[in-house]
């Protein structure tokens, strides 16, 4: 295992470094149909030649069976370029979309009713609007078109829609990426996968790896991997973390896809710092040791200190002309030391906070009360 391991790490490293490197937000691997169909319910004709009414013709569409009133959805996400009433097609909508890369139209026929206006965004399985017999029509039901490019009046880009609906035109994306963790923790990307079973059967040749969702930069399995790297949310429940990992490195990318957050190791309970600008604007102060770690979020201070320690402090180091103490572990000890110059004046709860203070404020002293 280590064999490979070292054998991969000069690849592994160009992998890490596109990773890190790569923006944010990341492509999310579609799971689900590009098209979905537009109305559940019998498919009466079929796209190709047919005869209507005793004519020969060549339909452009399916045709789906439904009562007036059902209710139309869009088969994709998209921008409404049409919506309105002629004589052939009746109440008429068509959407626009663009999926991997290629326009598509899909044209919504002998509508009772449109939910939707020109310019409207629509999403997936949004209802648009209902199934009529407008326009040259004869009983009701959803005439349904599916064009590879925009409609035109000749419909030559129509195509069969079967051939489209519940399909996933969006190509598999790596979307998993197992690492492997290594000394210190910092991790190893061993490779990508498009598939869950597929990492799995990666994460599970070795001891101490982990699985990736690059869509969400979550671990989402491990191998014996224990989690004991945390990222805090600034704005995150007090004391909580927002997300574990096994590796330091899944931990920066994580956060390189957010803004306001921090990674810290919790065996040393110290914070690295990757994309963030991160101040450390948050002193964690220990009450019967003086030992004091600083943090860019006060979740992670509040953390720190909880898990640690008793008696204990957190402080915004910012507040001018002295820190302000924000937190403390419990609500059963006072603020019993006053730090003041003679003009300006802050209460701390414990000594070292108060040293701490005093010493940034010249002509400051310590009264205790
Ligand atoms: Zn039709």
Do not use: C
């Amino acid at each position: 295992m280590m064999i490979k391991t070292i054998f991969k790490s000069l690849i592994s490293f160009i992998l890490l470094i596109a990773v890190v490197g790569m923006a944010s937000p990341i492509n999310k691997a579609s799971a689900a149909s590009s098209f979905i169909y537009p109305l559940n319910g019998t498919i009466t004709t079929n796209f190709g030649p047919d005869v209507l009414n005793n004519e020969e013709r060549y339909h452009y569409g399916i045709d789906i069976d439904g009562n007036i009133g059902d209710a139309v959805k869009s088969s994709a996400s998209g921008t409404v370029v049409r919506s309105d009433y002629s004589s052939s097609y009746g109440n008429v909508i068509i959407v626009r979309h663009s999926i991997n890369n290629q326009t598509y139209e899909t044209l919504y026929a002998h509508l009772n009713s449109r939910n939707v206006s020109n310019g409207s965004t629509v999403n997936q399985g949004q209802v648009i609007g209902a199934v009529g017999n407008t326009g040259y029509s004869f009983g009701s039901h959803l005439h349904f078109e599916l064009h590879k490019g925009t409609w035109n009046i000749n419909k030559s880009n129509a195509v069969d829609p079967l051939e489209y609906l519940g399909k996933d035109l969006v190509p598999a994306t790596d979307n998993y990426a197992v690492y492997v963790r290594t000394a210190n923790k910092e991790g190893e990307l061993l490779n990508k996968f498009s598939t869950i079973e597929e990492a799995t059967k990666e994460m599970n040749k070795y001891n101490y790896t982990s699985i990736i969702n690059l869509s969400t930069g979550l671990e989402i399995a491990t191998n014996n991997a224990p989690k004991d790297v945390k990222v805090y949310f600034g704005s995150d429940t007090e004391g909580t973390a927002y997300a574990e990992f096994s590796t330091k490195l899944s931990a920066r990318n994580f956060l390189d896809m957010y803004q306001n957050m921090v990674a810290v190791d919790t065996a040393t309970w110290d914070q690295f710092d990757w994309s963030v600008a991160n101040s450390k604007k948050y002193g964690a102060f220990n009450g019967s040791d003086s030992t004091r770690k600083d943090f860019g979020v006060r979740s992670a201070a509040i953390d720190y200190l909880e898990t640690n320690y008793t008696n204990s402090v957190v402080m915004d180091k910012t507040t001018k002309p002295y820190p302000t103490e924000i937190w403390k572990s419990n609500n059963t000890f006072p603020k019993k030391y006053l730090v003041t110059d003679g003009n300006n004046s802050q209460s701390y709860s414990i000594y070292s906070a108060a040293v701490y203070a005093r010493d940034l404020v010249p002509g400051s002293e310590i009264i205790i009360q």
